[in-house]
């Protein structure tokens, strides 16, 4: 079993939660496919990262990134920064040799994401993008029940990202609220977790018709550098433009016929972290809620007819990954978790030589579908989706 090394760039809100990954995926997935060892972690200043490096378990720290992705120790570069440094970060890591994983989305426009896959594909690293919710074991579970055909062929696909932690206006004016570091706003932050699982789940897009909304056109300027996520609340003193999108409504058509919407939102009182997907198919249907994410509800056309109806499965050690985690069925299921198997997965597919989905070409065409869901807007029509060049 091989070390490791990891570089890691941020130490904030996903800092946090790549660095539990790392500690505790050996914990739960042994023996592991390698050891992460949390070697150098880099923050914007020098007081930052030394901080991080003590509270997450980092043998060293520094301010400047560059010097992580130049060690010739680093083997994995990880990427938890503002979307706006994710492309020079990846691109200096891929021709420096070292494994990426980044945070998603993989970057704010569909040009800087096509470079970082092109930097990726010519390295031949490792590369991914960590979209953690599909990882959770009833959301594999949904995707397993679909390859083996328990619910046919399928007809539709809903989700929803519903979120209400910017919903007041007086919430500050983070970093995801600014285009220039952001890209987009709901649609690039939380949309893009109900694209992924829909492509997962259901497959390509091929055409989509969108509704971009923005509902709070300034917000008051955010006091020091952390990213506050609506935890404080702003002042009487100045306001700055907010020049990306609040909400994002999509109807979509699958390459493969189905049909389906997403809607996706910051400004939803009362919905905290509601991601949402239920899927029909000519044989049943399948419903997940990410707040009750032990649990898959599932109605199939073959049960008798003075029975049917949705009935819950609690995911538990016979589903997906779930041998590697707890010994009773509903006994919790948390970010962490989903965070700790991206890891599992990640570091397996460096010690087998293989790849990981999703990788670079996942989150480059997820950024062309953006694209179109911008262009849609904009347009007020049905819009194709542009294959990736790969």
Same mark, same amino acid.
Not at 175 to 190: E, N, T, V
């Given at each position: 079993m091989q070390n490791l090394n990891v570089g890691l760039i941020g130490g904030g809100f996903m800092g946090k939660a790549h660095s539990l990954a790392y500690a505790a995926m050996p914990m739960f997935f042994w023996p592991a496919p390698a050891m992460p060892v949390r070697k150098t972690i880099a923050e914007a200043t020098d007081q930052l990262a030394a901080e991080a490096a003590r509270r997450f378990g980092f043998e060293q720290s520094t301010s400047d990134w560059r010097s992580v992705v130049e060690d010739p120790e680093i083997d994995v570069v990880d990427i938890a920064t503002p979307n706006h440094l994710h492309a020079e970060i990846a691109i200096a890591a891929a021709k420096a040799g070292k494994h990426i994983i980044s945070e998603k989305p993989l970057a704010r426009t569909s040009q800087e994401a096509k470079a970082m896959y092109e930097a990726v594909k010519e390295a031949g690293v490792v590369h991914a993008v960590a979209f953690n919710y599909r990882r959770t074991p009833a959301v594999a579970l949904a995707k397993k029940y679909i390859e083996e055909g328990a619910i046919g062929r399928i007809l539709n696909f809903r989700g929803t990202y519903l979120q209400d932690w910017s919903a007041d =206006?007086?919430? =500050?004016?983070?970093? +995801?609220?600014?285009?220039? &570091?952001? @890209?987009? @706003?709901? $649609? @690039?932050? &939380?949309?893009?977790?109900? &694209?992924?699982?829909? +492509?997962?789940?259901? @497959?390509?897009?091929?055409?989509?018709?969108? &509704?971009?909304?923005?509902?709070? /056109?300034? +917000? /008051?300027?955010?006091?020091?550098?952390?990213?506050? $996520?609506?935890?404080v609340r702003g002042s009487d003193g100045p306001r700055g433009d907010v020049d990306v999108d609040d909400e994002v409504m999509t109807m979509i058509r699958f390459s493969n016929g189905a049909v389906g919407s997403i809607e996706a939102t910051r400004n939803a009182y009362g919905r905290n972290n509601f991601i949402t997907f239920e899927i029909h198919g000519s044989e049943g249907s399948i419903v997940f809620n990410y707040e009750r994410r032990d649990e898959l509800q599932v109605c199939f056309a073959s049960d008798q007819g003075d029975r049917r109806g949705f009935r819950t499965i609690y995911t538990g050690p016979v589903h997906p990954y779930g041998a590697a985690l707890w010994p009773i069925p509903a006994l919790g299921i948390g970010y962490g978790e989903t965070k700790i198997i991206e890891a599992h997965d990640f570091f397996t597919a460096i010690a087998e030589g293989g790849t990981v989905s999703p990788n670079f070409a996942d989150g480059y065409q997820i950024a062309l579908i953006d694209d179109a869901i911008v262009q849609s807007a904009e347009s007020d029509a049905w819009v194709d989706v542009q294959p990736a060049e790969l």
């Open positions: =206006p007086n919430s =500050p004016l983070s970093w +995801r609220f600014q285009k220039s &570091i952001a @890209g987009s @706003g709901a $649609l @690039g932050d &939380i949309a893009t977790h109900v &694209i992924d699982m829909a +492509r997962y789940l259901v @497959g390509d897009f091929s055409q989509v018709n969108s &509704i971009l909304s923005t509902w709070i /056109p300034e +917000r /008051p300027l955010q006091a020091g550098g952390a990213d506050a $996520l609506g935890t």
